[in-house]
């Protein structure tokens, strides 16, 4: 329920950077942002979604060790090392948002710009650069690989060794107890991983702003309304 709380905070604060900006253009017929709110909520809005699949993967970890090592799973998964888990997810998400938003900061931006999105989004800001990008997509590439792939590679990893604890098990009963504890756990980590994967897929296949701002809707506002709904029928 620590990690749980942790993730429910960040999807709210993750939402907070998005919808309620979209609903006042909505409402007010007014698409305009100003360049440094547009910034402010390109880290914001990085933070939380790295912050997102770091919990995801350290909540699988979780799931691991309860499943896999039950007897230890109160010595290993200690209130230090749950904490130091969410604060090393913290501090990693906001060095790299920091990361990308001093170099969103170091383009040069032409005076009046449409952006096709309903948010700053930052693979749309930077192609509206006027200068030089070859630099910022080359981080924006290799970073993630390494903090999407190695999130993933670790959830992958911790289910394996479950499954395989799993089929090791004699009684049906603890098969099912032990697939009902992964079950909101796994809901939510394909949510999270196939919207987001829609996402790039669809703008790299279609290269259409339109199709890419629809597919973003799912993993900015339809996932995270969903967890608490998943976590809440399994509680």
Known sequence: Y???????????????????????????????????????RVYFYIVFIVLDDFL????????????????????IMNPRLCAL????????????????????LRLSFCADLEIPHFFCELNQVIQLACSDTFLNNMV???????????PLA????????IVSSIRGMSSAQG???AFSTCGSHLSVVSLFYCTSLGVYLSSAVTHSSQSSAVASVMYTVVTPMLN??????RN
């Open 140 to 150: 924006i590439y290799f970073v993630t690989v390494l903090l999407g792939g190695g």
């Open 56 to 75: 995801l993967t350290v909540m699988a970890y979780d799931r691991f060790v309860a499943i896999c090592h039950p007897l230890h799973y109160t010595v």
């Open 228 to 233: 608490p709904l998943i976590y809440s029928f």
């Open 175 to 177: 098969k099912y107890k």
């Open 85 to 104: 888990l969410v604060l090393a997810s913290w501090i990693t998400s906001a060095l790299y948002s920091l990361l990308q938003s001093l170099m969103v």
């Open 154 to 161: 670790g959830i992958l990893c911790s289910y394996s060794k």
């Open 2 to 40: 620590f990690f749980l709380s942790n993730l429910s905070f960040v999807d709210i604060c993750f939402t907070s950077t998005t919808v309620p900006k979209m609903l006042a253009n909505i409402q007010m017929q007014s698409h305009v942002i100003t360049y440094e709110d547009c910034i402010t």
